[in-house]
């Protein structure tokens, strides 16, 4: 037996053939494979902020004096700043390097091998990359033909070993929002309830303010969208502060960094921009989704976030998402059971609107 194999025979069974996460598509890796130059690539498929961050977090970045420091491993300062902004006390708030690792914190905390995630398909990936990646069940309970969260059959799918319900609300990456009373319905369960609210500044909709109501209510925030600071990793979110005082223990010491520190102290000083950045999204959306409607081959769904899932009605998803990019125009699809031939588009400026409607045109004939 070779080294190497003897190294992958000691690796968590479970682990082996472990599918991982499929990742938007990084424009420099296209480099002389579609036909237009990488500075011309037009992103639609990662929910990013076309409009780029605040200016103040450049500036403030340009000239920050103590990138050779670890931050604050407590976090004092940004879950004030976090309390500021969102009225919701600072021991109830921990951050994390993107949301996407508050979903993994929140599941090792919580999870024994074999113990089981609800999880309400379909939805964002991470739920199921992080409950496998923690040793978990996944128990999926389907949403109906209009991705409507189907609450009945939550609560049918609990048992013993069900330690976790996770919602995505708006849901990545249908845009559909879950009424407060069917979110309610599952939080009166008493199991452990994480509501992911990364779309919150474009959808409004929110159970932060039952927080205090609810000792089993957990719910999650991301800056990446709404203030542009998805390559700086920063998210937040909302526990009951006894759970959030375990999750400060077993989180890496310093994981939010410095420059996503100063990102968002910048950010909060400049929200009167950003969210007109985020209004003028909404009212791309809007436009996106009347142009798409007038297309043959395409359903839209309509939504509350910053892009729109649309049904491939003529043709193969995955055959319409190489044809744009070979025009420099990058969409997600995807092709498993309730999203058969489907693609997310993510809203751009209106110069992206344009070019993609023309492409899509000129593909369907």
Known sequence: MSEDAGMERLIRSDLVNFGGYSASTSPETLEGKVEVPVEGIIKLD???????CSPRVSQALATYPYLNIYPDAGQTRLRGLLQEYTGIG???????????????LVLRLFLEPGDEVINCIPTFAMFQFSTELCGGKLVEVSRDENFAVDVTAVKAAITNKTKIIIVANPN????????????LEIVNTGLPVVVDEAYYEFSRATVAPLL??????????????????????????????????HLLKIKPPYNVNAAALVAVQESLKDIDYLMDRVKAIIAERDRLFGELTRLKFLKPFPSQTNF??????DGKASKLQQKLQDRGILVRYFDKPLLRDSIRISVGKPEHTDALIKALREIGG
Request: aromatic share 10%.
């Open 46 to 52: 990662a929910n990013e902020n076309p409009y780029g």
């Open 212 to 245: 205090t109501q609810y000792k089993n209510l957990m719910v999650l925030r991301t800056f990446s969208k709404w203030a542009g600071l998805a390559g700086l990793r920063i998210g937040y979110g909302f526990f009951p502060p006894e759970i959030a005082n």
């Open 308 to 313: 729109i899932l649309c049904s491939v009605l």
């Open 90 to 104: 600072a021991g109830y708030i921990v951050a994390g390097s993107g949301s996407d690792q508050l979903i993994d």
């Open 172 to 183: 990545n990456p249908t845009g559909t929002i879950m009424p407060q009373p069917d979110i």
